[in-house]
């Protein structure tokens, strides 16, 4: 695993609610041009609040993160702590406090264990070890079952550098953005510079674009940081790495929803545009119905003409509707087809489904994963 | 149980899938005065294609019904059955088949078995019994665990008669309407023979205010038919039994929803208007977080905010927002209250949630279901 150079970091247990990981820190020796996207939630978490303001000037050199607890509707309290936590590793680090970003996630509504916060960040300096990344996406887990990394190695003139991202979040997922945390770093910087615009293309095409349980989390927070130790890469060959990087770790946050046993991947073919495919897509792929239905191997294809025809605005002639699972025609299915189908939909864990409407040609692919029981109680059990 | 006069009907096996009641009918002695409210789904089923035409004078005499088999997504051929299942029953019971109104519920996309359907239709006149609608109300159910039916009698120079509903749904119910069929009968007329307004209202604050999974499905009809028999009523007291059936059917339709062990009724209070009202009304009960709370027992009021939040375009102020579970405040609630809550949702079977918004004064309720590994259960293994 190769990890972007300049960049340290550290994920320990400080015991916020068990003895797992949950406190990390990333540090770049350079200051980093930044950019950062934040969830739309009306009621944004504090360190999304206090994330906003320190990425206004467009750089930073550290991201503070804390897993199970999320610091969200703490009131003016939170956001005292979340700029409390960005001043003591400022400190700590001996950088200035607008170039940290905090984040943290975990159970919403109840107050950070500050002393003990406050602490570890104290500590943070001698904790940090090059690259050692790994560690941090163990430490940002909450639900998560498995680590989500991604990385792209990037020749150039001789030397070899890295966009490295990582991500967590599995439940209140649908990103506008999602409980979906990620940080992409790297030792290249784009040639125009222009961070905030490649990062919020590269969103819009993968985390955007995954949808769990259509719940909106209050925390989603993705952050991109580039310390420009390797110099610059040209826009297209950065975005490139950096968008299959964010699709990456995207099918991985979809593929570990909350009980998930399959990664779901639509593709919505023949849109008029880029928003009659994302309602029509998002519509198949928050079904409960659908969602269950694959789980269960069940070639139910009325429910998909169910999904696509209650988004009643945008309405489809049946006759141009083409809905395939696996790459098999559904519509009207005879029973040898159907069994074909349900025998793929038991067989493979990556679920491809294309619907076609006819009425364009914009094309847009979409993630998510079926509903089981184990979505179920992973959430009638986590307890506050 | 009192059944309004003049109404003949019986629900039998005809074997469409199983040995349960499947095919029934329901026939008034004379003309009545009808109206009916569809679904909204793009892809309506055959037999709401075919309401439609035949509801347009305001008239109707029977109503013919299959389970097992909806008739959706069948194509011009679905279209056809259903006419002719209309044209069977209007010859075997001597009415105009535009006096007939077809409902079909079950499994979409698979023609009806039209050979025992019509069979059936021949056979009806000698099926009929007075009353009887109970039977009815048996023959509908699909998915459902019990009957649904709501009445209320009415007296009027000494005479008493009655306003009687039944219902059927229990999955893919996101009224808009939801697979659930209604009838509402009665001997009784309102004065102003509007019943397509008042039907429409009671609608509005009833069915269209219920949501099991966010799913619309492709059937849903509420028919509302009057005979007359015993004169008119004044409008105001016609709709306030109307609507005070129609609310009961929608929770009965609410608890009973698939795997359901809770019954949710949420009062959203001081919305600037009914559109607020129902957009944030149903971002909570939409959301499978917070129904798998409450099917846990878990107090997760940041749930709550988070459903609030997902509203992208209707911002509401953090410090003017109250949520009330079983009339408890739960924003911030502290130990011992979150104690209470927890008790409160383990041992009630119907959960009242209050929201304020203190945006306006618009109030208004809706009601839904738990979310539970029953519902995984159904739906996963329910075969097309």
């Not at 001996?94 to 003990?116: A, N, Q, R, Y």
């Amino acid at each position: 695993m190769r990890y972007p150079l300049g960049f340290f970091s550290f994920g320990r247990n400080i015991g916020i609610k068990d003895n797992t990981l949950d406190f990390s820190v990333i540090y770049s020796e350079n200051v980093c041009q930044a950019a950062a996207v934040f969830t739309r939630n009306n009621y944004p978490g504090a360190p999304v609040i206090v994330g906003r303001d320190h990425i206004q000037n467009g750089l930073l050199q550290a991201i503070v993160i804390n897993s199970k607890n999320s610091n969200v509707a703490t009131g003016e309290k939170g956001v005292q702590d979340s700029y409390q936590i960005c001043e003591e590793i400022a400190k700590s680090l001996s950088i200035k406090i607008t170039d940290v970003l905090p984040s943290s996630t975990g159970v919403i509504g109840v107050p950070l264990p500050m002393e003990k916060i406050l602490s570890a960040c104290r500590d943070a300096k001698q904790h940090l070890k090059p690259g050692n990344l790994e560690e941090v996406a163990e430490a940002i887990m909450t639900t998560d079952t498995r680590k989500k990394i991604a990385y792209r190695e990037i020749t150039k003139d001789k030397e070899t550098g890295v966009i490295f991202g990582m991500a967590k979040g599995a439940g209140m997922i649908e990103p506008n953005m999602a409980t979906m945390l990620s940080y992409i770093l790297s030792d290249y910087l784009p040639e125009s510079g222009d961070l905030k615009g490649l990062l919020r293309k590269a969103v819009d095409h993968s985390y955007n674009c995954i949808t769990i349980d259509s719940d909106t989390s209050t925390s989603d927070t993705v952050v991109l940081m580039c310390s420009g130790i390797l110099g610059t890469l040209p826009d297209e060959v950065f975005y490139r790495h950096l968008e299959s990087i964010a699709i990456e770790l995207s099918k991985k946050i979809a593929r570990d929803g909350e009980g998930a046993t399959k990664l779901l991947e639509l593709t919505v073919k023949g849109a008029r545009d880029d928003n009659q495919a994302t309602k029509i897509g998002k519509s198949i792929l928050n079904s409960p119905l659908i969602k269950t239905a694959i789980y269960g191997g069940d070639p139910n294809w009325g429910r998909f003409v169910m999904a696509v025809g209650k988004v009643f605005d945008e309405p489809i002639p049946y006759d141009k509707l083409f809905i395939y699972l696996g790459g098999i025609p559904v519509k009207a299915a005879d029973t040898i087809t159907k069994q074909k189908i349900a025998d793929y939909l038991k067989k493979e864990e990556e679920i491809v489904i294309t619907v076609e409407l006819g009425s364009g040609k914009t094309e847009k692919t979409f993630w998510s994963c079926d509903l089981t029981e184990g979505y179920i109680k992973e959430n009638a059990y986590y307890t506050t």
